[in-house]
């Protein structure tokens, strides 16, 4: 079966600190891969997702960056953090070149202070 | 006209209760829509999809309204663990990923509260 791991689950970084966060899926081949991010009492907003090894589409201006360097590995990174970019950051996966369903990780809570 | 829209809620039952939320979306395109169940500082976790006909998952039935542009979702004989911020999703197209098709919409969702 398939798995999703993210971590680090819980991070406090300052402002203008850098920032990676790590995703890898598990059990499946080629999957999409996505980033959202969760402000606190707000609806999820995708920030990236990438239908394959180094493919990587951006869905709002912003400071951060994705990579996906293999192909189950999905990374989000900052140069330099501002206090907004705090939130719950979760990576999910699907497969198949359709719309379908996206199962996420357990997510990661950025405190940016 | 927000792309998904719930009722945030919440909405507080008793044990055993019935409860439905609806759920709008404005994309009269869309093709797949689900429900997801996010429990507190967790991440959201697929319920169920939604089809056209309707569909059933033991107590958790989902309808879908193509004419007015809404899905349901009704919980039968609510449970304590049944206690969570539920999802709708909308997919704006089926097709293939390009762009932006293909990714889903959320809406901000409706927390459900079962007290005993």
């Known amino acids: 079966s398939q798995t999703i791991h993210q971590w680090p689950a819980t991070l406090v970084q300052p402002v203008g600190s850098p920032l990676s966060l790590e995703c890898t899926v598990e059990?499946?081949?080629?999957?999409?891969l996505y980033w959202y991010r969760q402000a606190a009492g707000r609806g999820l907003q995708l920030l990236f997702y990438?239908?394959?090894?180094?493919?990587i589409s951006s869905e709002v201006p912003q400071n951060l960056s994705a990579s996906r360097p293999q192909d189950r590995q999905f990374i989000l990174s900052s140069k330099k953090l501002l206090l907004s970019d705090s939130g719950f950051y979760l990576c999910?996966?699907?497969?198949?070149?359709?719309?379908?369903?996206?199962?996420f990780g357990p997510g990661t809570r950025l405190t940016v202070t | 006209r927000k792309e998904v829209e719930q009722d945030p809620g919440p909405f507080n039952v008793p044990e055993g209760a019935t409860v439905a939320f609806n759920c709008t979306y404005s994309?009269?395109?869309?093709?797949?829509f689900f429900w997801y169940r996010q429990d507190c500082r967790k991440e959201p976790k697929l319920l169920m999809s939604?089809?056209?006909s309707g569909n059933e998952d033991g107590r958790f039935t989902a309808q879908l309204n193509r004419a007015s542009q809404y899905i349901s979702l009704l919980i039968r004989d609510s449970k304590l663990s049944d206690s969570a911020t539920y999802l709708c999703?909308?997919?704006?197209?089926?097709?293939?990923?390009?762009?932006?098709?293909?990714?889903?919409?959320f809406g901000k969702g409706t927390k459900l509260s079962v007290k005993p």
């Open positions: 999910a996966w699907s497969v198949g070149r359709t719309a379908r369903a996206q199962y």
């Open positions: 059990g499946t081949s080629n999957p999409n």
């Open positions: 990438s239908v394959g090894i180094g493919q």
């Open positions: 994309n009269s395109a869309s093709q797949s």
């Open positions: 939604v089809y056209s």
């Open positions: 999703v909308v997919i704006p197209t089926g097709g293939n990923y390009g762009g932006s098709q293909g990714n889903l919409i």
